[in-house]
């Protein structure tokens, strides 16, 4: 099954002949960039007609020195899930399977059939979290590729320092583990585990991360590995040459740079959260733990048919029963408007 985004909010609008409508789907930043990322791309653009700098120079040495890494230690895609299609390139073929907690991100089956492998999923634990006894059961010879986003999408549930230790430490060397990162920036567990210092622990390690979320560039694509030099050089052999356009390049770095602004992404989401788990008490709700800029919903057996009465009222959530979760939705935080509007239009619809 192909990869199915959210709903854009122009699309809602022509369909239903409405304005205003605020789309909380696609886990997306509630405000825009640094000034200082949208400052550097006016200035880039007058050079568009040159081919970007392949080695993302730049954006490579200042990441590189914020993370205390080699610069050998990166590489960059579009988006973290060009990445992912990098080590299905590198490390699965025929026969092999890449083996994921589920449900999880879409793209994980979608990039291990691509590669004609087999998707092996195995069971969220009664709390929503990746089962890591499960996993190390799951392990076959056959397995080449463990895939672990923490936290996870669309759970946005998470595990701690020593769950995450233990797969470092028992997993076996030969198979490739790879610590999916996507919203680590927004992270509020105490005992989250630090993959970036298990590197020095494990060859055999992946760590994915991304611009998208918490430094606001969705738009423009701009994700990266973390690894030992040696893994990375296989990555850089097989990605495709100029993958991060000039204007992510430079983007990417200001907003790097604006930590002030990160910042600020992060009080906004974490206050939002907060704002969307008081509302749904409220309505007697119950949601998964988040460490994300998310939360999954339960609303009960009709989740898909409430979904698409909230889109009466302007309001794109996340429907799940692609995932098996048919019980739920999942929702973005949004600006505080924006939230309370969903916990209004939800209201209103299960009182239906």
Not at 290 to 318: C, K, M, T, W, Y
Not at 327 to 347: D, I, K, P, Q, W
Request: contains cysteine; aromatic residues 6%; glycine residues 8%.
């Amino acid at each position: 099954a192909p990869y199915v985004p959210g709903k854009p909010v122009e699309e809602l609008e022509r369909e239903l002949g409405i304005s205003g409508s605020v789309k909380l789907a696609s886990n997306e930043s509630p405000i825009g960039p640094s000034r200082r990322a949208v400052e550097a791309i006016f200035a880039a653009a007058e050079n568009l007609n040159r081919y970007p700098d392949d080695t993302c120079f730049a954006l490579r040495d200042a990441l590189a020195t914020q993370l205390g890494v080699a610069g050998e230690a990166l590489c960059f895609a579009g988006g973290s899930d060009g990445i992912l299609d990098l080590l299905a390139k590198c490390f699965l073929a025929p026969g092999d399977d890449a083996l994921f907690p589920w449900p999880s991100f879409a793209m994980y089956p979608i990039m291990t059939r691509g590669a004609g492998a087999n998707p092996v999923q195995v069971p969220l634990d009664r709390e929503f979290r990746a089962d890591v006894g499960a996993l190390l059961a799951a392990v076959t010879p056959r397995t080449r590729l463990l895939l672990l986003a923490n936290p996870n999408n669309p759970t946005g549930t998470s595990i701690g320092a020593a769950d995450f230790a233990r797969l470092v430490r028992e997993l076996p060397e030969r198979v490739l583990l790879v610590a999916d990162e996507a919203y680590l920036e927004f992270v509020r567990r105490a005992d989250f585990p630090s993959a970036l210092a298990a590197l020095r622990e494990r060859e055999t390690l992946v760590v994915l991360r991304t611009f998208s979320k918490a430094y606001a560039l969705a738009g423009l694509r701009v994700g990266y590995a973390i690894a030992s030099p040696d893994l990375i050089s296989y990555l850089e052999r097989a990605r495709h040459p100029f993958v991060v356009n000039s204007l992510a390049q430079v983007a990417a770095a200001a907003a790097l740079a604006d930590r002030a602004h990160t910042a600020r992404i992060a009080k906004v989401t974490h206050d939002g959260i907060a704002q969307l788990e008081a509302g749904l008490r409220e309505q007697g709700l119950a949601f998964a733990q988040s460490d994300a800029n998310f939360l999954l919903v339960e609303v009960g057996p009709a989740a898909d048919a409430l979904q698409e009465r909230l889109l009466r009222h302007g309001v794109i959530a996340r429907p799940l029963g692609g995932f098996g979760l048919t019980t739920h939705l999942r929702v973005s935080v949004g600006t505080r408007e924006e939230n309370e509007r969903f916990l209004a239009s939800l209201a209103v619809e299960r009182k239906r």
